[in-house]
């Protein structure tokens, strides 16, 4: 069966950098995309961008560029977010995302906590 | 800066129809934006319902149905159960950028 294990809770300063992982299972990796979408405390979500594991084509969320880098590994097929120069706001839950190229998405990795603190 | 509007919140009985739409800023919605709709309950990670408008997944009990309605994207419970009770998100295409809506709390009572 198709799962997405991402990688445990965070805790960060600001100015910090966090690399969150999400570690697939249960198909061909390469097959499909891995997107990233985030959830702030008692908020919506919020989509980050996504990556192409064959090719390793990258679209980013506009207020994220340069501040985001989406990677993958296919001998582990493991998907990576960093996330440079924390801020409070970027305090969130982390969820990756398996998607057909970037437009269907269907299973949830169980997300991902990053607390940034001062 | 585009923005996607779901309705805020919406109340049902058990065993009636609701329907949610998503609208885009940036005009009609069509079958190439690609409407996703996902489930949220509290404490959980979203799960995903529909995809390209109208495809169920495996999963997605019959009950939920996507379309175009109107201009919009929309999602209709049929025979709501109160377990339908949730945050339901819709999620546009826009070429190289997606946008989610802000989420329609739905309360079955």
């Known amino acids: 069966q198709v799962q997405l294990v991402q990688s445990g809770a965070e805790v960060k300063k600001s100015g910090a950098s966090v690399k969150v992982s999400c570690k697939a299972s249960?198909?061909?990796?390469?097959?499909?995309?891995i997107t990233w979408v985030r959830q702030a405390p008692g908020q919506g979500l919020e989509w980050m961008g996504w990556?192409?594991?064959?090719?390793?084509?990258?679209d980013y969320a506009q207020n994220l560029q340069g501040r985001v880098t989406m990677t993958t590994d296919t001998s582990t097929t493991t998907a990576y977010m960093e996330l440079r120069s924390l801020r409070l706001d970027d305090t969130a839950m982390y969820y990756c995302?398996?998607?057909?190229?970037?437009?269907?998405?269907?299973?949830w990795g169980q997300g991902t906590l990053v607390t940034v603190s001062s | 800066q585009t923005v996607v509007t779901q309705e805020p919140s919406l109340t049902v009985s058990p065993g009636g129809t609701v329907t949610l739409t998503c609208a885009s800023s940036?005009?009609?919605?069509?079958?190439?934006?690609?409407p996703n709709w996902f489930q949220q309950k509290p404490g959980q990670a979203p799960r995903s319902l529909v995809s390209?408008?109208?495809n169920r997944h495996s999963w997605t009990p019959a009950r939920f149905s996507g379309s175009l309605l109107g201009g919009k994207a929309a999602l209709t419970l049929s025979g709501v159960q109160p377990d339908d009770e949730a945050e339901y998100f819709c999620?546009?295409?826009?070429?190289?950028?997606?946008?989610f809506g802000g989420g329609t709390k739905l309360t079955v009572l």
């Open positions: 995302v398996r998607s057909q190229g970037d437009i269907n998405f269907d299973h």
């Open positions: 249960g198909y061909t990796f390469n097959r499909y995309g």
């Open positions: 990556i192409s594991p064959d090719n390793g084509h990258t």
């Open positions: 940036t005009g009609a919605v069509t079958y190439g934006h690609f």
């Open positions: 390209s408008t109208d």
């Open positions: 999620l546009l295409y826009y070429g190289a950028a997606q946008v």
